[in-house]
């Protein structure tokens, strides 16, 4: 019986599952970057004035990114760029980095400040087609300019890693800021690439990262999907987009399966307001205003049409009930349900980095 490990949180869980029932195992590809090469690419950033880096998503990579910054600065006897992140994340941001590193909370919503590098690992978007830094900026401080790329989106369904008009609107916003920006792009064994320079121009390394994740795979019955990292997972809104990169593998009638603790709960206003009856779904298709998230339960409602949605994670039944969504109290749950529903032959095919990986 072979053994999957698979992220949930901070924590792996196993998948013990009979040979005869494992399709296959799908994980991105790509080469990646040395210790050298990632300090070659930081090399065109100027140490010698102060830094004020913002940490937009955490993960091991985003660490060794800022770790081989420091070392930089230490050679050259610069000093240290200041840290910043979200409230959420600073103790997440802090672990791992050396003890007289502090990590202080960014406030600043003045965003013209040239001091300022915004650093974050690429993720595939439902709605931008990439998560960037740009894309990330303009979710948390343009919320007018995201009703503009919401009405742009292409269709009422998912578009990972296609290249979209309404990404441009992100761009243009990020544009009238004096401010700079590292765009990491990796999949579960390291660096692919990495580009310095205006949050507006970094999306660039969205090629490196879809010729790393896509992959090319026949429809499956059923499809059991970890994000591959806990950052990709504390909520619902965040995990959902891993199974957006997965979507087109699952076949009509079929079954995909998320494995995201959701520690943080929803995640999502708009999916909270849903649950709570306070969003419609007919307000979706042409809201007056945007509500942080509307685009994901936009996709659930309509990917729902297609397949069945199921999830383990930490979230109330009373959650998952209102959106339709199969809930499970763990992977053993999972694999006794397909195999009662769908016959105990069934295979499963299994991703293991759901946030890093395309399938079509």
Known sequence: MPEIW???????????????????????????????????????????KPIELVVLNHSKLVKKTILTLFEKCELKSAPKPQIFADKKIIKLVKAGLPEENSVSEF?????SNSNLVFISEMEFDGLFGFESNATRLIKKFGNEQMLSAYEKRNGNLPTPGQENENVQI???FTDGF???AIEIAANSKGIVDLVVGHPSKTITVSKSFLNSAKKEVEKHRTLMISTGKDSSNDSLGK???????????????????????????????????YIEGRMSLDRLKKPAKYVNGMEDLLFLTEIQKRFQVGLVSVLPEFYTK????????????????VLKVQGIKQKVAVVSDGARLLLG
Request: aromatic content about 2%.
């Open 6 to 48: 698979l992220n949930y949180g901070k924590t792996e869980v196993v998948l013990d599952i009979k040979a005869e029932n494992l399709d296959q195992t799908l994980d991105s590809q790509g080469t990646i970057l040395n210790d050298s090469e990632i300090g070659q690419k930081l090399d065109s950033i100027d140490i010698t």
């Open 107 to 111: 406030r600043n919503t003045e965003l």
């Open 170 to 172: 992100a761009q243009k």
């Open 178 to 180: 004096e401010i700079n």
């Open 239 to 273: 995990s959902l987009n891993s199974l957006w990169n997965c979507n087109g593998a699952i076949k009509d009638g079929g079954l995909g399966i998320l494995l995201a603790e959701c520690k943080d709960g929803i995640g999502s206003e708009a999916i909270q307001q």
């Open 322 to 337: 209102k959106l339709n969504i199969t809930s499970f109290a763990g992977i053993k749950r999972v694999m006794d349900h």
